[in-house]
Structure formats: structure tokens, C-alpha cells
């Protein structure tokens, strides 16, 4: 358990003592005043680690993650770091002079983008995600002491804004390969927060347990982890996908909506490869009409322009609402039972509410609002507004793609 003396903070989350390397060196890791992890007065004192988990599983903080790597350890052969950035170049603006050798093996880039080593990329890998176009998702390297450890780092920020969910699938992957081959430290800067997600979020899959379930088992090893709110939110969207980050989830589609939103509120071009597939081309929907006849109730309903009957979605491309819920109906809403996604009644909406997809030219041109037309009639079909539309229900959907009922007709193929 962590040390006596602790204090709390206003979560309640409890701190210990404070690593001795960690606050010897405080003063020298203020070097880049565009990155706030190195120079947040919350990390003036950490308390004392690592902390074994589970077997060939630690908890750390930047500092232990200092020592492994210059001067090698008995124990543990693989790190993950969940850092600001993903270089190891981090450490040494941290801690002026300390420089460890580094042998690339790979970085895995969003959309596979130029300079990618290793000629993999993160679908190659299976790793789909709403993260950019061009992205690093991952760096992959040997490091430290004679080039023995297996290092992974991921950019990922300290704030409950940042998109945790996304990364799970690759961080988890790495944890599970390396206590398979020997010991893993998973770090961030105080080992309180982004560790902690990560290392909670391998306890619900691996062991079936709840968020609550699980961040209670990780205080038995370590009792200080508090991950931000905005983690927590996430991980409680993991445990709702049982247990994996499923994109065909109207919880993930919700979440990936509001990533969107906030790309585009931040003045990035949100890219067509992040956009639903045209459920109206042949190649779309070819395995739809393929599928067996006697597949009966298994047939796919689909939404088609009245004027023209071309299919502009599919049931798969509805992302639901809470009916009456405001501006927070895009946002994580705890719940006692049941899935709140479903009880949206119908004939209260006048429209249907769609995540973007490829047909909508006027979207991906990057206007802020504007008319949805039929790519292949130019039949008015409804209207979009990253600032968001309320629906007739009472809804205020943001980021919002918005058919109206009268404007299409509902069939299955």
C-alpha cells in the first residue's frame, strides 16, 4: 500500500510520500512552457512507486520509468508510457542531461500517413479509430540500458477532454504481449491518472469486472489512482461495450460524434475517411443484398430519398437521442439500468439524426451548417450544424446530420 501521511485531494483520491529523484529534479523539468505536464505545480510531490498490480504488471510514474530505462532492471523488460509525447526526447525536458539510446521499431500512424516505418499502419493493424488523419497512435522502440527493453509510448494528455477510448485497444494489446514475455511498467507523469485508466481498463477486460469494481481492485495495489472524469466517463462507456471499444456501438458513435465536434470547434479539417461509408453504393450495400433468403427477420432497414429512392442510411448509421435531454444529449449519462439509448420515442421526432457520411459533399467541404441533398437527385433531404439543431422532441443534438422524416422513406433489404 502507499505511505503513510497522505493527503487527499478533492476527489478524495489519497497521496503518499514524494520520490526522491522526482522532486530533486523538479526545478530542472519547467523546459518547454508550451507543455503544461512539465510544469503543473500538482506534480510538485508524487508519492513512492512502482506498485505491482498483477503478476508481471506494475504501476509507475515518470521517474521509475527514469530508472528502469538508465539503469535496467531485474524485473521488468517492457514499458509503456502514456506521456504528452510520445518521444523519448520527454525525459531528457524533464530531467536536463538524462538522455537514454533508443532503436526505433516502428511508429504507427492514423491512416497509415507518410513516414510510418515498418510499411504497418494502424489498420493494418485493426486499429479503427476517430482519431486524425496523420496522427501518431504509437511508437515502438528498444530502449535504455544496452537496448534490453521494449518500449511503447502513446501521445496522450492529462485532461478529461483528451480521447482515451481510442488507444485502449493498442495499450491493452501491449500490456497482454509483454507479461506474456516477461514484466511491464505502465507510466504516465504522476502515475495517478492516465496509468491508472489504462491499467483499469486491462482489469475490466481481462478479469469481467466494473469500472467501480475495477479501480477499486487497482487501490488494493496502489490506493493514491485517480483518474480524471473525463477517463472515468470513457471507461464507463468500455464497460457498457462489454469490455472493448466497438464501433458499430451507438455509445461509440455518440462519443466519436463529440470527438468530431471538438476537432472541428478547434479548427481542424475533419477528413472524409473519418465520414460513414455511402450506404448507397453498389459496393456498400452489396453484402446486404446478398445475404440468404431465408435470413427473414434479419433483413436490414434502410432509409431511401422519397424523390429518387437512392439509400442514403442504413439502421447502422442512426445515432440515437435522449429525448428532452438538451445540449448534454451527446454526452455520457450514468445510468441505474438499462439503455437509455433505446427509449427515444419516435413519433415524438420529426427527424432521424445520422452520423456524417461520404455522400454529404456540403460537409466535408468544411462549412459550419448547410444543406443535406441527395447525391443523386439533389432532393433536399435535411440539414446539418456542427453548433448542433434541436430536434422536435426538445433535444439539442451536437454535432448534428439531420433527415427529416417527410423527406424520406423507410424500407429493408
Same mark, same amino acid.
Given at each position: ?263 472541428? %470547434?478547434?479548427? #481542424?479539417?475533419?477528413? *472524409? @475517411?473519418? &465520414? ?6 453498389? $459496393?456498400? !450495400? ?56 433505446? %427509449?427515444?420515442? #419516435?413519433?415524438?421526432? *420529426? @427527424?432521424? &439524426? ?6 454529404? $459533399?456540403? !460537409? ?50
Amino acid at each position: 500500500m502507499c505511505t503513510s501521511h497522505a493527503t487527499h485531494n478533492k476527489k478524495g483520491c489519497s497521496f503518499g510520500g514524494a520520490d526522491k529523484l522526482l522532486l530533486s529534479t523538479r526545478k530542472e523539468g519547467r523546459k518547454r512552457e508550451g507543455d503544461p505536464e512539465l510544469r503543473s505545480p500538482e506534480y510538485s510531490e508524487f508519492p513512492v512507486m512502482p506498485y505491482l498490480v498483477r503478476e508481471n504488471l506494475f504501476i509507475g510514474n515518470i521517474g521509475d520509468a527514469a530508472e528502469v530505462l538508465q539503469n535496467g532492471s531485474g524485473e521488468i523488460t517492457h514499458i509503456l508510457s502514456v506521456l504528452s509525447s510520445a518521444s523519448i526526447s520527454f525525459f531528457s525536458e524533464w530531467r536536463s542531461g538524462l538522455t537514454f539510446p533508443t532503436k526505433e521499431i516502428k511508429k504507427v500512424y492514423v491512416g497509415g500517413s507518410e513516414g510510418a516505418s515498418a510499411s504497418e499502419d494502424d489498420s493494418a493493424h485493426g486499429y479503427n479509430t476517430s482519431l486524425s488523419t496523420g496522427k501518431l497512435l504509437c511508437l515502438l522502440e528498444y530502449a535504455g540500458k544496452d537496448l534490453k527493453l521494449v518500449r511503447m509510448a502513446v501521445p496522450l494528455r492529462d485532461m478529461e477532454s483528451e480521447d482515451l477510448l481510442d488507444y485502449l485497444d493498442v495499450c491493452l494489446d501491449f500490456i497482454d504481449k509483454s507479461r506474456k514475455q516477461g514484466s511491464v511498467l505502465v507510466h504516465c507523469f504522476a502515475g495517478v491518472s492516465r496509468s491508472a485508466a489504462i491499467i483499469t481498463a486491462y482489469l475490466m477486460r481481462t478479469e469481467h469486472l466494473s469500472q467501480e469494481d475495477a479501480i477499486e481492485s487497482l487501490r488494493q495495489s496502489c490506493e493514491f489512482v485517480c483518474p480524471n472524469d473525463g477517463f472515468l466517463d470513457q471507461l464507463k462507456m468500455f464497460e457498457k461495450m462489454n469490455f472493448k471499444v466497438d464501433h458499430a456501438s451507438p455509445i461509440y458513435k455518440r462519443f466519436r460524434l463529440k470527438v468530431l465536434g471538438e476537432s472541428y %470547434n478547434r479548427g #481542424e479539417k475533419i477528413d *472524409s @475517411s473519418k &465520414f460513414g461509408a455511402d450506404p448507397g453504393m453498389p $459496393t456498400e !450495400v452489396s453484402s446486404v443484398v446478398e445475404a440468404p433468403s431465408n435470413a427473414g427477420s434479419n433483413c436490414t432497414p434502410v432509409y431511401r430519398c422519397k424523390k429518387c429512392r437512392r439509400i442514403v442510411a442504413t439502421q447502422e448509421n442512426i445515432v440515437d437521442h435522449i429525448p428532452g435531454e438538451g445540449e448534454t444529449s451527446f454526452g455520457w449519462h450514468k445510468r441505474k439500468s438499462g439503455n437509455p439509448f433505446n %427509449n427515444c420515442d #419516435e413519433s415524438e421526432c *420529426s @427527424s432521424i &439524426f445520422v452520423e456524417p457520411l461520404r455522400w454529404m $459533399t456540403a !460537409v466535408e467541404e468544411g462549412a459550419l451548417e448547410g444543406k443535406l441533398s441527395c447525391v443523386h437527385c439533389e432532393a433536399r433531404l435535411g440539414y446539418f450544424n456542427w453548433s448542433g439543431i434541436q430536434c422536435s422532441c426538445g433535444s439539442w443534438i451536437t454535432p448534428a446530420f439531420q433527415l427529416h422524416k417527410g423527406r424520406v422513406d423507410m424500407s429493408t433489404i
